[in-house]
């Protein structure tokens, strides 16, 4: 067994190859007039970068749409771009964490997606099928359940309630895209693919991802 001085050094340098990790800036650069790396066509500067970047001004109109924001997370995968990548996850995402109440966990979530990223060339990205639709709040929800309860002793009428109860409910109807697409990459220079589909959920004025369902080619029905 180890003594307590070799134990002790062990954690140092334990300590000093996460520091070394945590900072070290891996992501890959691209220049504004290259084809994006998400396939879309388009040069970088007017695809994927205003996202990447964060530019509110031009955002907006991008993230209308969630396949934007899909093929930005494609780019940011292949440009190892982790910071972009845990922004655009939502919180309910099963990998989330928050870095203010566990910073071991988030740095092992950063680490993991990185690892990710250097483990494959991502060659392209080819959407196969997406959706939008909207979720409408489940009538037995708690939180139904408690407006409809506080409406029915605030307002003057049934009328006026039920009008409030249907106000509510439009207001918390969820907007969900699923897409469907196949990824291309590379492993150690062998192609590699795999179909996924991807869900999104709009929060404010943002696209968040929120999982991802490997799909076998027999089970495809894009009818």
């Known amino acids: ?116 990223c250097k483990r494959y060339a991502f060659v392209g990205i080819d959407i196969l099928d997406k959706k939008v639709f909207s979720l409408e709040p489940k009538e037995g929800s708690l939180g139904v359940q408690i407006s409809g309860w506080f409406d029915s002793i605030t307002s003057p009428n049934a009328q006026i309630a039920q009008e409030r109860l249907e106000n509510n409910k439009k207001n918390r109807k969820q907007t969900v895209s699923k897409i469907l697409f196949r990824a291309r990459l590379l492993e150690d220079g062998v192609p590699v693919s795999f179909i996924e589909e991807s869900k999104f959920v709009r929060e404010g004025p943002k696209w968040m991802y929120v999982s991802g369902r490997l799909v076998s080619a027999p089970d495809l029905d894009l009818e």
């Open 1 to 116: 067994s180890k003594s307590e001085s070799e134990e002790e050094n062990d954690g140092k340098n334990m300590k000093k190859d996460t520091r070394k990790y945590r900072f070290r800036n891996e992501a890959r650069s691209i220049k504004n007039s290259d084809r994006c790396l998400c396939s879309s066509g388009m040069i970088y500067e007017s695809c994927c970068k205003p996202l990447h970047l964060g530019m509110d001004s031009k955002s907006a109109e991008i993230d209308s749409d969630a396949e934007r924001v899909l093929r930005a997370r494609f780019s940011a995968f292949a440009l190892r771009d982790v910071n972009f990548i845990i922004r655009t996850t939502s919180k309910s995402n099963e990998d989330w964490v928050n870095e203010e109440e566990d910073k071991d966990g988030s740095l092992f979530w950063r680490v993991s997606i990185r690892t990710f």
